[in-house]
Structures are given as structure tokens and as C-alpha cells.
């Protein structure tokens, strides 16, 4: 799994905001912001699962802190874009299980101008470290497919996705350029109707 960036907008404290240590980031359902704002996100519903696993061994990395957070349906981010400023939606920490997995209750993401749809997360050694601003120990992005974007942004509410991402590709992203996604790529389940579930193990 690649290294990259967290992007400008990580809510983590490492530029601006942490959201990771407010009660209430602990949580596997991230449509709704918590605290001051109880606003939820619209969207095709979204159901992400990551497997954590450690890259030598083969090993589960069970108990690992995982820190997930995307962009809203109109490709705003919570704590940062101007129309999402107030909000701290689609963001949570979570505790890997016995099996090194993670489960999130989101919203398809947009497509906004010059990206490639896609999710960022961070993982940590545990989830203590995770909400104490402890040692980060992989930051990548995962790469959602073009067929379940296609299909998500052809419903009501996504109309500026579909000319964004006609403007994109994997290999022209300034984050997945270099391999292309390969290793990044979510494995997709589902449908825009009743929603997707997108699936992808990391090594670390």
C-alpha cells in the first residue's frame, strides 16, 4: 500500500482542526457530524470495510486505530470548505476487530475537480494513539472504481461529479499517478440503488 499524502484537509491537527481528539469521533457510523451540529450527509449510501494486516507477516493487525474521512456529495469536507465549515460529517475512528477489519457507515463521496474520487484514512498502533495525537504509521487514499462512480453519480444530487470525473483518470491523478491505483482500488459490492460497499485490505 502506498504511501500519500492526507491532503489539505485532514482534521488530525496537522493542518488546522483535530477533530481526533472530540468526543464522539469514536464511531462507525460518520454520515451525521456530532456535537454542536447533528446534520446528516446525503448520498448513495456507502458502506466501507478495511482490512489492516501486517505487510511482513501476513498477520492481522488486530486492536490498530483506523481515522477515515472523505468529502460530501457536493465535494465539500467537513471543518474546512466554507459550506461544510460548521459540520464534522463523514470522519470517525475506529478499533480494528479480531480479524484486523474495520467497518464505516458513509456516502458515496463526489468527484471534485482534479481528483479522483476517492477516501482518505489514516492507521495507528492503536486507537489510543489515534484520538492522543499519537505516531501515524500509514496514510494513503483508497481509489473507488469508475464503473460504481459512473453508476452513483448518474442519481439525483451528484450532476457536477459526472463532468469531473470526465475530466480525470487514475493515471492522471496527482496522487495515484505514480502506479496508476492499482494497489489502492476498492473492491465494490452492490448497487447505486441500494447502495455499494466498497472493501480493501491494507498492509502496513
Request: with cysteine; charged share 15%; glycine share 12%.
Amino acid at each position: 500500500m502506498p504511501e500519500e499524502t492526507a491532503g489539505p484537509f485532514p482534521g488530525d491537527g496537522s493542518n488546522g482542526p483535530n477533530v481526533l481528539d472530540d468526543s464522539g469521533i469514536v464511531r462507525s457510523d460518520i454520515r451525521s457530524s456530532f456535537g454542536s451540529s447533528t446534520t446528516t450527509a446525503e448520498g448513495v449510501p456507502l458502506t466501507i470495510k478495511l482490512t489492516v494486516r501486517d505487510a511482513a507477516t501476513g498477520d492481522a493487525a488486530k486492536g490498530a486505530g483506523v481515522y477515515l474521512w472523505h468529502c460530501d456529495r457536493d465535494g465539500n469536507y467537513s471543518l474546512y470548505s466554507q459550506a461544510a465549515a460548521s459540520e464534522n460529517y463523514l470522519r470517525g475512528a475506529q478499533e480494528t476487530d479480531a480479524g484486523g477489519t474495520v467497518s464505516f457507515q458513509s456516502i458515496f463521496p463526489a468527484c471534485y475537480s482534479g481528483r479522483w474520487p476517492h477516501i482518505h484514512f489514516e492507521v495507528y498502533a492503536s486507537l489510543s494513539d489515534a484520538t492522543s495525537s499519537g505516531p501515524v504509521v500509514k496514510t494513503s487514499q483508497i481509489a473507488l472504481p469508475k464503473e460504481a462512480c459512473e453508476a452513483v453519480y448518474a442519481t439525483s444530487g451528484y450532476e457536477q461529479s459526472v463532468s469531473n470525473l470526465s475530466q480525470v483518470s487514475l493515471t492522471s491523478d496527482n496522487v495515484f499517478s505514480d502506479d496508476g491505483g492499482i494497489h489502492q482500488i476498492a473492491t465494490m459490492s452492490g448497487d447505486a440503488a441500494g447502495g455499494y460497499t466498497a472493501a480493501l485490505t491494507i498492509g502496513v
